[in-house]
């Protein structure tokens, strides 16, 4: 229990006291009776429901002697001065006052009734600098309900069951007219007939997007297990162009007051009720209200520092010994660092279940998003979850919870308008429901579908050429390197109205340089009745590539040939014309499990100044080191079978024209390769093994911003040649590549054992939000450092053993490739993001291995990211 405690709550209070006592117009020199000491202590309770009033203003008119009620009710105030009366005031009752004696000790119970006159609404603005986290009965009742949040979450159940439905629209805004006149809409009036002027005052909406679910939840405690059943499931079909509803979903994640942080929009926000919310929030007690019986503290907060990721508004509390929270209703500030939101507010209404708990029914996220903050276009968002029928602790057969956790019974898309009309828990404005039908007719017109033709070519870089097959990708039909020279190239695949489950592609190339030519012929199959893009994936693939290669990179979500990437610094002219075949078949689980099988056979021929040349040889030409008369190795050529494992827990995906994209979260991806040398097997020249495993994660530090995680490690068993070692990855382009060293140069390190850890911390204006001025400009902070161990076994060095290819030299044979026997790798980085909203620039310091030829030991590099 909390003693009582003598404490200035509000702004608002303080200018109740003040004006009270102007009002009294009793004069400063009021006769004092020395040592006589007045005591007035006591208990303040609603004359209703009688119970106990927190934060009551209680003060002696004409004086500065004031107090107020504690999280009991409970108030103290002594004093050696001549008092006769003393006042109790709150928000949305009568005032009281009640008459004293000087000198006496008085013990009062004191009833306050309620005004007729309710407060409608209290604005909390600016700072109050005599704000304190210390004897703040706000504060006090806010780390009440801390303590009991365990207690008030459906995971404190041992079973939970209850009906979900999850309704999800976009829409454009702007004035009635502009929407109407708009260049791209105005030939449908079928879409602009749709335009809504009554969910947003002021500001017109046109639908075009909508997806809703119906899903029965389950959850069970011990050992922790949730099932989604989803029941039925209904959206907006844009076809092939446009695939949206995952990253939506990412965007308008579910929202849980009881967790610390909360997840919107790609950024982290700290909960007002988290465990750590009194250090970064401030707090007032603003009203009382009575609620079915039940009465409730109205607490309003703010952020002490406006442009950190806080919330703005209320929430109502529970005064029945559970402290509860039974509403909220709140928005994210102007001055936050997030880009293009102009406005977001989040309101959650929780009911009253039998047992007397209370249990989320309704959540609601609003935003309106727009390039320009003051344009009147922009988009907005709206998700409403809705939950019912919740069944406490009805256990389920532990059989039930096996298998998926994620499960769609077979007719969920198949439900008519009636079954909709029927089950969904809120009925469908006029806009919302014209929405499907409207946007059906549109993608069906033959103008929408050459507009979006033309937007994906600008976009993913892929033009039709027909219904049956697409060109692209457009960003690699030119590129230049040193082998090459000017590389022109041509390709293309078939499109998913040629078949949802074989795709063909391919490509032609040639290096005006070499005069070579270079192909690319690949197949995929789909043994699912689905896209070979569709989660789960279950595709078989093959494919034969002739073409050229950095050693070593393994560009992920970007092609080499990328005309961005021709552009390099330093010396790059150690390359391979490799010539592959591949088979492989992956399978992935709704558990997000996978695993990849497959075979390899890989024959590499150096390329520009790279020789493979015998360690062996008779003594070093005078002034070099290179071996003199060592025999040159024209190719080599491995067959190689692979396993892949990855795991990556409530991973989504983003899928593009090229890539699917994982979309980040807060828990590990785990990936496993191990692959098999046999040779003899298809002109393999060499037997090992090799094992591979990365762990990726990101850590969440609430309002400290975030840290990605990467740490690899690698074995190589058997005796191989350096082409063969893990050539670690290097990046001497411009750009800032997260999973690559971008100090370090091609074919610079190479290992048979090895352990990294990478680590990316964005603090996400952290510290830039309290820098005045530098503030405004909503820039972000990066700081970024990478630490590699390797080593080279004397089996796989050839200064040991000469039967092996000697490292690669200069002309003048000073060696361009090393083992990380004696030191790690190190470098590290600090950076500025958010740059225009889009831009990151890196300042990378390369810290040792200094001395090898060259080396750039400080350089700078940008990298593009949309991001909230």
Not at 346 to 353: A, G, P
Not at 555 to 566: A, G, P, R, Y
């Amino acid at each position: 229990m909390y003693s009582s405690k003598n404490v200035y709550v509000s702004i608002l209070h303080i200018l109740v006291c003040c004006v009270a006592f102007l009002a009294a117009g009793v004069n400063f020199n009021s006769v004092q009776a020395q040592g006589i000491t007045t005591s007035v202590r006591g208990t303040i309770k609603d004359a209703v429901s009688n119970e106990p009033l927190i934060g009551v203003s209680i003060f002696v008119p004409g004086t500065s002697l004031g107090t107020t009620s504690d999280v009991e009710g409970n108030f103290s105030l002594k004093t050696t001065q001549a008092i006769t009366k003393i006042q109790f005031t709150y928000l949305g009752y009568k005032a009281k006052t009640i008459e004293l004696t000087p000198g006496e000790t008085k013990v009062l119970n004191v009833r306050l009734e309620s005004d007729a006159k309710k407060l409608n609404e209290v604005v909390i603005k600016g700072r109050s600098r005599n704000y304190s986290n210390k004897n703040n009965p706000a504060v006090d009742l806010i780390r009440l309900v801390v303590d009991n949040k365990n207690k008030n979450r459906l995971e404190s159940y041992d079973y939970v069951q209850y009906q979900q439905y999850d309704k999800l629209q976009l829409a454009l805004t702007n004035t009635p007219e502009k929407l109407r006149n708009n260049i791209l809409l105005k030939r449908y009036d079928f879409v602009t007939k749709n335009i809504d002027t009554t969910t947003l005052a002021g500001t017109a909406i046109l639908p075009l997007y909508m997806q809703e679910s119906l899903s029965q939840q389950y959850y069970r405690k011990d050992p922790e297990k949730k099932k989604t059943v989803v029941q039925a499931e209904k959206k907006v079909d844009f076809g092939e162009f446009v695939v949206i509803n995952s990253y939506v979903k990412h965007m308008y994640q579910d929202i849980d007051i009881y967790k610390n942080n909360i997840t919107i929009l790609t950024n982290q926000f700290l909960s007002p009720i988290a465990d750590l919310a009194p250090t970064f929030y401030r707090f007032y007690i603003t009203d009382t209200v009575v609620v079915d019986g039940q009465k409730l503290t109205e607490l309003s907060f703010s952020p002490k520092n406006e442009t950190d990721f806080l919330f703005t508004g209320k929430l109502y509390v529970t005064m029945d010994g559970n402290y509860a929270v039974q509403k909220v209703d709140m928005e994210v500030g102007k001055k936050v660092n997030i880009n293009w939101v102009r406005d977001l507010h989040i309101n959650l209404d929780f009911d009253r279940l039998p047992n007397g708990r209370y249990n989320l029914s309704k959540s609601v996220l609003k935003s309106e998003f727009a390039v320009v903050q003051n344009s009147k276009g922009g988009v907005y968002g709206e998700r409403t979850v809705s939950f019912k029928d919740f069944k406490i602790n009805q256990p389920q057969p532990a059989s039930f919870y096996e298998g998926d956790p994620l499960v769609k019974a077979e007719e969920a898309e198949r439900h008519d308008d009636e079954y909709w009309a029927t089950n969904r828990h809120d009925s469908l404005s006029f806009a919302e429901a014209n929405t499907y039908q409207s946007i059906d007719s549109l993608r069906n017109t033959r103008s929408f579908k050459r507009t979006l033709d033309y937007a994906t070519f600008l976009i993913a870089g892929y033009k039709h050429a027909g219904p049956y097959f697409e060109i692209g990708p457009v960003n690699t039909f030119y590129s230049f390197n040193p082998v090459e020279g000017f590389r022109l190239r041509v390709g293309g695949r078939t499109t998913t109205t040629f078949s949802k489950r074989v795709m063909f592609e391919t490509y032609a190339a040639y290096g005006f340089k070499d005069e070579k030519w270079k192909y690319y012929l690949g197949g995929t199959y789909s043994f699912s009745n689905r896209s070979i893009f569709e989660f789960p994936v279950r595709a078989l693939r093959v494919n034969y590539q002739k073409d050229t290669k950095i050693p070593g990179q393994d560009l992920q979500f970007i092609q080499e040939d990328n005309f961005l990437l021709s552009f390099k610094r330093g010396t790059n002219d150690k390359w391979l014309y490799n010539e592959t075949y591949n088979i492989d078949y992956l399978h992935e689980f709704r558990n997000r499990f996978s695993f990849r099988v497959g075979f390899k056979n890989w024959k590499q021929t150096p390329a520009g100044s790279l020789e493979y040349l015998k360690a062996e040889g008779t003594a070093p030409a005078e002034g070099t080191t290179a071996p003199n008369g060592s025999e040159q190795i024209e190719n080599i050529t491995t067959s190689e079978v692979r396993l892949e494992l990855r795991w990556a827990p409530h991973e989504e995906y983003v899928q593009g024209k090229l890539y699917r994209f994982p979309i980040v979260n807060r828990y590990p991806v785990f990936t496993l390769r191990a692959a098999a040398g046999i040779k003899g097997l298809f002109n393999g020249d060499y037997d090992y093994q090799s094992l591979t495993l990365n762990v990726t994660k990101r850590f969440y530090m609430s309002q400290l911003g975030y840290s990605d995680v990467i740490t690899e490690g690698g074995y190589i068993f058997g005796k191989v040649p350096f082409p063969l070692l893990a050539i670690h990855r290097a990046n001497q382009t411009y750009s800032y590549q997260i999973q690559s060293y971008n100090l370090m140069n091609f074919l610079e390190f190479v290992s048979d054992q090895y352990a990294s850890i990478n680590i990316d911390h964005c603090f996400n204006g952290f510290i830039f939000n309290k820098l005045p001025l530098i503030k405004k400009t909503k820039l972000r902070e990066f700081a970024t450092v990478k630490v590699l161990y390797g080593k080279v076994r004397e089996e796989n060095d050839p200064e040991v053993n000469k039967d092996l290819l000697a490292f690669p030299a200069y002309a003048t044979g000073l060696p361009t490739t090393y083992s990380l026997d004696k030191k790690p790798y190190v470098e590290a980085s600090l950076g500025v993001g958010n740059i225009f909203k889009f831009f990151r620039v890196d300042v990378v310091k390369r810290l040792t291995y200094l001395d090898n030829p060259g080396v750039s030991e400080v350089g700078i590099r940008g990298r593009f990211k949309f991001d909230f």
